[in-house]
């Protein structure tokens, strides 16, 4: 993703939480571009621009998107389950069903977007099959985040002391290596 004047740096390992979120404006960022390119080149072949673009989207969510998962479901999750709230172990337990979707979801969308490239067009069955699919990875998406960052983040913030979140921020440093 291209650096933007005036954005926020990226987190570091120093902060865990940080680092999610900071994925979270990545993965915002990538599902709006495979959902803007299917919508703005229906009818005809995808452009070596538009295709370049959907590549790098693919990338991010082939590479980054289960690590991300990871870090989630193998470092934060498991030690706010310990805190023992039922309300947040059941926002964890729907959170790792929606990573399930997503990545389903995903496989869809490069299955359809390879057809694309290769066939120079989709049929209009697979033009609407994409833009459902595309349109559902960013409502999923969309309301998966709001869900983190609104009440699993924060609770995390509170409940886990300082030395467990520089654990957490090592195994991320691990996955990353």
Request: net charge negative; proline share 4%.
């Amino acid at each position: 993703m291209p650096v933007q004047i005036g954005a926020r740096p990226d987190s570091g390992f120093e902060d865990p939480i940080g680092m999610l979120q900071d994925c979270h404006r990545r993965i915002k960022f990538f599902v709006h571009v495979l959902g803007e390119v299917a919508r703005r080149a229906q009818g005809r072949a995808l452009t070596r621009e538009e295709w370049t673009t959907v590549e790098g989207a693919v990338r991010y969510f082939r590479e980054s998107g289960p690590r991300h998962n990871e870090d989630e479901e193998k470092s934060v999750f498991p030690r706010l389950r310990a805190l023992g709230s039922a309300a947040l172990q059941a926002e964890m337990e729907r959170l790792e069903c929606e990573h399930g979707e997503a990545g389903a979801l995903h496989e869809e969308s490069v299955r359809l977007y390879a057809k694309w490239r290769a066939d120079h067009g989709l049929a209009p069955d697979e033009e609407a099959r994409l833009l459902a699919v595309t349109h559902r990875l960013q409502a999923l998406y969309e309301e998966h985040i709001q869900i983190e960052e609104e009440r699993v983040f924060p609770r995390a913030a509170q409940g886990l002391d300082a030395a467990t979140l520089a654990a957490i921020g090592a195994e991320f440093r691990k996955r990353r290596e």
